[in-house]
C-alpha cells in the first residue's frame, strides 16, 4: 500500500484562512403540497416525513452555501 501524499506544514508566521462566517438558518414553516401536513424547513427549504415531498431548492429564501463555504467541508 502507498502512502498518501502530505501536505508541508504551514510556517508559524503564515496567516490562518478561515472562511467567512455564514449565516443562521431561518427556521420556516408550510403545509405540504401533496398531503398537506404541516412541516418545518431551513430557509424555505421543506421535506415532509409523512409522504415524502421535497421542495425544489431552489425555492429557498437565499441561495445555498458553495462547498467552499462549508466549514465543515475536509481539506
Do not use: K
Not at 508566521?13 to 404541516?38: I, K, Q, S
Request: aromatic share 4%; net charge negative.
Amino acid at each position: 500500500m502507498n502512502r498518501r501524499p502530505t501536505r508541508a506544514e504551514p510556517a508559524a508566521d503564515d496567516p490562518v484562512r478561515l472562511p467567512a462566517p455564514l449565516a443562521a438558518p431561518e427556521l420556516t414553516e408550510a403545509e405540504c403540497r401533496r398531503c398537506g401536513t404541516y412541516i418545518a424547513g431551513l430557509d424555505g427549504r421543506y421535506a415532509c416525513g409523512v409522504c415524502g415531498w421535497v421542495n425544489d431548492h431552489s425555492e429557498g429564501h437565499r441561495r445555498l452555501p458553495t462547498a467552499d463555504e462549508d466549514p465543515d467541508r475536509p481539506a
